[in-house]
């Protein structure tokens, strides 16, 4: 999977440094994943929650962080929309 936006990851990483560790290991899963479904994004991830169409949002770091994410399995591309905290998560209530 190619992963587009890894930007929102770098600068997220600059504010969290606690957060670098379980950012790249959500990276190299991400990049060697041979989705067909959505199902198997959830067994790579099975704390991650599909929303329907192509929207997930994935615990990060024993669910410390959240990540909103765009996944087009038959493109094999991740589209990272936001980070957040999982207070910021709770308090934001993050909109598509």
Same mark, same amino acid.
């Given at each position: 999977?190619?992963?587009l ?12 440094? =606690? ?9 190299? &899963?991400? $990049?060697? !994943? ?9 067994r ?8 329907? =169409? ?9 669910? &410390?962080? $959240?990540? !909103?994410?765009m ?14 905290t999982?207070? =910021? ?8």
């Amino acid at each position: 999977m190619e992963i587009l936006n890894s930007r929102i990851i770098r600068q997220f990483i600059e504010v969290h440094a =606690e957060a670098e560790a379980p950012l790249t290991d959500w990276m190299s &899963k991400t $990049r060697t !994943a041979d989705w067909k479904n959505n199902s198997d994004v959830q067994r790579t991830f099975n704390s991650a929650d599909h929303l329907g =169409e192509q929207k997930f949002i994935f615990n990060i770091g024993g669910n &410390k962080f $959240r990540m !909103a994410a765009m996944v087009w399995i038959e493109n094999e591309r991740v589209y990272v929309l936001k980070l957040m905290t999982h207070a =910021e998560y709770d308090k934001e209530t993050f909109k598509w």
